[in-house]
């Protein structure tokens, strides 16, 4: 219930917040009611309107043992305080880059190896260990590496097209003299 300081007036309308005679800021009456019947969980309607007619059937107070509490029970059942459960951590594991080094270095040495004799193993083994970092890289969640694993595959292309046309030359000037 609230009421006008100035003009006395009591307004038992919850959204009003100014008094409709003289505008002063309404105060809320924190004494019971002086009215015997009042109910305060009770508010009767002021509106005759048919919308609200057919809520009149329903019971003032809740049933027994559904769980439901009045506000004035809301402290009465107290649960010790407990942290939240942590967040779960993101899994940041990934593919070592170390196979894409072998590749890479392999590749490197060579082809450094390449144009001084023809040795096609080198080249061999970069392609692998280049062709099978990749395909562990598109598993991996967090793959790194992927650049060192093509640059190997790169250089012993390379080091195999050395050792190729060194093995057709050698045939050609052997069979053409």
């Known amino acids: 219930m609230k009421y006008c300081p100035q003009c006395n007036r009591q307004y038992s309308e919850a959204w009003l917040t100014f008094c409709t005679d003289d505008g002063t800021v309404l105060r809320e009456q924190l004494t019971p009611a002086a009215d015997p019947n009042w109910d305060p969980r009770i508010r009767e309607t002021q509106v005759d309107d048919p919308s609200e007619h057919t809520t009149q059937w329903l019971p ?12 004035d029970n809301r402290g009465a059942i107290e649960r010790p305080w407990q942290p939240p459960p942590p967040p779960p951590q993101p899994n940041f594991r990934s593919a ?43 598993t991996a969640p967090n793959p790194t590496g992927r650049g060192l694993a093509i640059a190997g595959i790169v250089m012993g292309a390379v080091n195999l097209a050395i050792f190729v046309f060194g093995m057709l030359s050698l ?7």
């Not at 003032?60 to 506000?71: A, E, F, H, I, Y």
């Not at 894409?100 to 060579?110: D, K, Y």
């Open 171 to 177: 045939l050609f000037s052997a069979a053409f003299g």
């Open 96 to 138: 070592p880059p170390g196979l894409a080094i072998a590749s890479f270095v392999i590749g490197l040495f060579g082809v450094m190896m390449g144009l001084l004799c023809a040795v096609p193993i080198f080249g061999i083994v970069a392609v692998l260990l280049g062709i099978i970092a990749i395909l562990q890289m598109r």
């Open 60 to 71: 003032r107070d809740p049933p027994p043992g559904s769980g439901w509490m009045t506000p």
